[in-house]
């Protein structure tokens, strides 16, 4: 990227801005390439200024939260990364929570139990950011970051500051449909009341049984597939003969089928391998589609085909 881009950004915002960072630090998988620039606006001002400079040079933009859910190519991201680690203001009035979208999520739902306030429990030990969450309304154990929303507060691309209720995101399974080209600022929500310690032993039950079920001593971005209706992926990656698979240094994971795992040296190459080898026989064998539930960045059209 052009050495005046960052010069220009250096002029115009407050916040952190760094050179050619290696994003596999950033990341739950611990894979990824480096990015031209990464940037961490200090407040919304400096994002929309941000922004406008990004519209008005055409510059592409990724907006990475807390590095789960995500496969960033190993040619990295050829562009600007922003980063919204400084948005995590946190607020509560009466049931009713403010959290920005930088939190880390398990902080904030451990934050919101010791509160008394029940609702995001069985989400215990979900990895990444409060708004990267509610981007894929994240989920667990049959509750969902939107149950208990009220609303978000966003910035649209074309620097616009709004806030969408829940039923204007129009929240579905893994999904959050008028976020998808929004930056989250934060998030609005009003919890019922419960007593803690009866919160914190839910959330105990809910970390023993990831224990038990994930593998979560490896680096892993957690599911890979969306639940197809009436089916569970990793049941279906199972049956497909393909526990256990290795490509380079990536593994579906023996203990959950529907967790790829990164053995340690990775590429995003190996773990793209290993899905495309999983959407083709889980195709051929059960005539079902899988979804990617994570995010692929920076790969080129003909890598996804191939």
């Known amino acids: 990227m052009n050495k005046s881009i960052y010069k220009d950004l250096k002029q115009l915002l407050q916040g952190e801005i760094l050179e050619k960072i290696i994003l596999k630090r950033k990341t739950t998988y611990q894979i990824g390439g480096e990015a031209s620039l990464y940037v961490c606006p200090n407040n919304s001002e400096d994002l929309r200024c941000l922004n406008s400079y990004l519209v008005q040079n ?9 590095g789960a859910n995500v496969l960033i190519s190993d040619r990295g991201f050829r562009g600007v990364v922003i980063h919204l680690k400084e948005f995590v203001q946190l607020s509560f009035s009466g049931s009713t929570v403010v959290g920005g979208a930088g939190l880390v999520l398990d902080d904030f739902i451990v934050t919101c139990l010791r509160n008394g306030y029940r609702g995001l429990e069985n989400l215990s030990g979900i990895p990444g950011s409060l708004g990267g969450a509610l981007r894929m309304n994240a989920g667990a154990f049959g509750a969902e970051i939107s149950d208990y929303l009220i609303s978000v507060k966003c910035m649209d691309y074309q620097g616009n500051f ?18 998808q080209n929004m930056y989250i600022l934060e998030a609005k929500f009003k919890f019922p009341c419960a007593k803690k310690e009866t919160l914190f032993i839910v959330r105990e039950e809910i970390l023993n049984q990831r224990r038990k079920r994930q593998p979560w001593q490896y680096p892993t ?22 526990k256990g698979k290795r490509i380079g240094r990536a593994e579906i994971s023996r203990k959950h089928a529907g967790i ?28 079902i589609n899988l ?16």
């Open 260 to 287: 790829i795992i990164n053995l340690g040296g990775a590429t995003a190459t190996d773990v793209l391998e290993l899905i495309q080898l999983i959407r083709s026989t889980v195709l051929e064998n059960f005539r």
């Open 221 to 242: 971005a957690g599911s890979v597939f969306k639940r197809p209706p009436g089916y569970y992926a990793g049941e279906l990656i199972e049956k497909a003969g393909l």
């Open 58 to 66: 055409d510059l592409p933009r990724f907006v990475l939260g807390g």
């Open 162 to 179: 709004k806030v969408l209720s829940r039923s204007e995101v129009n929240f579905s399974y893994r999904k959050a449909p008028h976020l």
């Open 291 to 306: 979804e990617l539930e994570q995010e692929l960045v920076g790969f080129d059209q003909a890598d996804l085909i191939s």
